[in-house]
């Protein structure tokens, strides 16, 4: 099959399911699309559901980054778990309300909680940079030891499994352009972590599109041959990439805890429940593009949104079955345009010493 | 990909392949020991924020692995009257026994250069599948010993085919797709744990209960305890469930060493592209690796019906300890009050998943 062919059948098929509710919504308001199209539509719908973006499409922003510079990083669940327990905890330890030396306790929390997925994005770059490791179970075990490490240091600090809860970021509005009908109250009265998101992957195109750096790191990935004759050093090149998608995971992470969540159970798939992996399905379905894969983003979290809001409607969907459609449209993504444009060298370490 | 990477990932393979049977085990023991430091250190850094009276590290690594190790089996056999048939033994034999399944489905679609992460989810579907089952053969089959004769079966490979399947489609996809098989397992994890959890509460739930589960399978449909050996009958361990699970490991072995088939996966595993050249036709072998290692899954889900819970539950495996258990007494490791289930309990759900060893599987990417 063309995988080039893939996307746009998905893009299609996507479109055409959107126009039919829309639809079929218009033309019989009583029915399942009519509810459908009456839940998307509310303003509090869409604003849910770009709260609940935020940890994807910032994922998806360091995911890029790595793997365009050719270190396949699927160990951006773990820095999602990582990030967002840690900032609740810090959060927590600083004495929850309040502001430690002129600064809010939630906004230090935040930054360490930042901080924190930088360092095991760190661990995760010299472990296969440094010393050659796969990168497929080196990301597995940046996963696996956050799903062990946050129930365990949770124990350890609240002695179970779940954080306490902690104050959580106030919205910001924008004087005048939040009295605009529907779009005010959706983009100027939101919470700040909404603004990191839109502001992180316009940030993260610019610098993978426009700057000298983006140009390395895209090289490094593809040719990495070439970039090392041109003069530059790829191994740096990779270290920072990866280093940012610590950045950038860490910001989505400490966004959607003291966003939304304000909390961290850490029982089961976490809190973060598998959205570093819908992350690298919007990076695919983006194509490597970061705004690409913020409007991906949108498609699962708009989902998420309308689920819980059907659910608080009372309608009898089996919420099991539909919280288990992200993971199948993963699935669908993976099978449809997973193998598009995988950077050449993706996944292969670059040895600059040989022949 | 460069001949340089090439040149070189060709050289780590050959490396490996020559090592010695000494040299593996050394490196795996230097893995070990340097695991078990880790672990030491975890231990002392988590003991600082306990309160044991003045003491900055409230935590002894070596008191917690002693714990570890001699609780599992039930006591230390040089300083106390120990019986090799304990309660904890057989608890940790009960573990064993599941492992070994999962264990082995992954072993053989690492074999093949696959890596099989959704045992889990494959465990879960097979356990559902043995609980139905044998709860719809039961009243058409004579009860008594010929019952468990017959029963034991059914449900087993029940377990294995839906295990099957289930493990095949990432195989498919992998083949046919080119779909990265981590992540697609991974993915299909979660799914599996949403259709098992409808499926029990829409059609199989056992209405006497408030829990999501089935209800109970006959008793005689429990893998027999063997009367004279004698584990204790209050916990649910079975030897010939062992025995089985030991029986397929040798029948892997087998299959993989002596056959045709287990030739061709294996060459498929490690040098694809000779394997290709041999005339192996690799997309149908991933397919059907990943099927056998699926219904070696399903098959573990089997034994949690048959021989654990003599029903299906939506919580299943990694879920199992967090159900019991009283919370751990203040200022002790949390793990000391019994190291295999605490020990169990902060770890996630997909530890049944992890291969020894693990090494990188780079077929399916692009080059």
């Given at each position: 099959m063309n995988k080039g062919a893939g996307r746009t059948y998905l893009t299609a098929a996507v479109g055409v399911l959107m126009a039919a509710v829309v639809v079929f919504g218009l033309a019989f308001p009583d029915s399942t699309a009519g509810f459908l199209l009456h839940v998307a539509t509310r303003p509090s719908t869409t604003e849910r559901g770009l709260r609940l973006a935020v940890p994807i499409a910032l994922a998806a922003v360091g995911g890029i980054f790595a793997e365009k510079s050719g270190v396949i990083n699927i160990g951006i669940e773990g820095l999602l778990i990582v990030s967002a327990f840690t900032a609740v905890v810090a959060t927590h330890l600083l004495g929850g309300q309040g502001a430690t030396l002129f600064v809010p306790n939630v906004w230090l929390g935040f930054f360490v909680g930042v901080l924190a997925s930088v360092a095991f994005a760190l661990l995760f770059a010299v472990v296969c940079i440094e010393f050659k490791a796969d990168q497929i179970i080196a990301g597995l075990a940046v996963w696996l030891i956050a799903l062990g490490l946050a129930p365990f240091v949770s124990q350890i600090i609240f002695g179970r499994r779940n954080t306490e809860s902690v104050p959580t970021f106030g919205d910001w509005t924008v004087p005048v352009l939040s009295e605009i009908p529907f779009v005010g109250p959706v983009f100027f009265d939101a919470g700040p972590e909404v603004y990191i998101m839109l502001a992180g992957t316009g940030v993260g195109w610019y610098l993978l599109n426009r700057t000298a750096f983006g140009r390395w790191v895209r090289a490094s990935g593809e040719n990495p041959k070439a970039l090392d004759t041109a003069g530059v050093d790829v191994r740096l090149v990779r270290y920072k990439s990866v280093l940012l998608s610590g950045v950038f995971a860490g910001l989505g992470g400490a966004g959607l805890a003291l966003g939304h969540l304000g909390r961290f159970a850490g029982g089961g798939?976490?809190?973060?429940?598998?959205r570093g992996f819908i992350a690298i399905a919007t990076y695919l379905f983006g194509n490597y593009n970061p705004l690409g894969a913020l409007g991906a983003s949108f498609l699962f979290s708009g989902l998420e949104a309308i689920q819980l809001r059907m659910q608080v409607q009372g309608f009898a969907i089996p919420s099991e079955l539909v919280r288990t459609i992200p993971y199948v449209t993963v699935i669908v993504v993976l099978v449809l345009v997973g193998r598009t444009r995988i950077p050449e060298a993706a996944g292969e370490y670059y040895d600059p010493g040989e022949d | 990909m460069s001949d340089g990477d090439d040149k070189e990932w060709r050289a780590l393979l050959d490396r490996l392949q020559t090592a010695t049977y000494g040299e593996r085990i050394l490196l795996s023991l230097a893995a070990l020991v340097l695991s078990i430091l880790v672990g030491a250190l975890v231990v002392l850094v988590s003991g600082i924020p306990a309160d044991c009276g003045g003491a900055t590290f409230c935590y002894n690594p070596i008191e917690v692995y002693y714990e570890l190790f001699f609780g599992a089996i039930g006591g230390n056999p040089l300083v106390e009257e120990w019986s090799p048939t304990n309660f904890s033994m057989a608890t940790t034999l009960q573990t064993t026994t599941i492992l070994l399944f999962t264990g082995l489905s992954v072993a053989v679609a690492f074999q093949a250069g696959m890596f099989n992460i959704g045992t889990q989810g494959q465990l879960v579907l097979g356990s559902l599948a043995t609980a139905v089952a044998v709860l719809y053969a039961t009243p058409y089959l004579p009860s008594g010993i010929l019952g468990t004769l017959l029963l034991i079966p059914v449900g087993v490979v029940a377990g294995a085919a839906i295990g099957g399947v289930w493990g095949a489609i990432p195989g498919a996809l992998k083949a046919y797709a080119d779909a990265n098989e981590v992540i697609t397992t991974i993915m299909l994890n979660f799914v599996a744990t949403g259709i098992s959890a409808v499926l029990l509460s829409q059609y199989f739930q056992d209405e006497t209960s408030p829990n999501p589960q089935t209800p109970a399978i006959p008793e005689y449909a429990e893998i027999p305890h063997i009367p004279v050996v004698g584990f204790e009958p209050r916990i649910d361990f079975s030897l010939l469930a062992l025995l089985f699970a030991i029986a397929l490991i040798g029948a892997v072995h087998f299959v993989l060493r002596q056959t045709s088939f287990g030739y061709d996966l294996r060459t498929s595993g490690k040098q694809p592209e000779a394997a290709e050249y041999g005339g192996v036709d690799s997309k149908r072998l991933m397919v059907s690796s990943m099927t056998l290692s699926g219904a070696l899954g399903g098959i573990g889900g089997s034994l949690w019906v048959l021989m654990v819970h003599r029903r299906a539950k939506e919580r299943v495996a990694g879920h199992r300890h967090r159900d019991r258990g009283a919370a751990p007494a203040r200022g002790r490791p949390v793990w000391a009050d019994h190291p295999v289930r605490r020990h169990a309990g902060v770890l996630p759900d997909d530890r049944w998943l992890l291969p020894p060893g693990a090494r990188a599987d780079r077929r399916g990417r692009r080059r």
């Open positions: 798939q976490t809190d973060i429940q598998g | -």
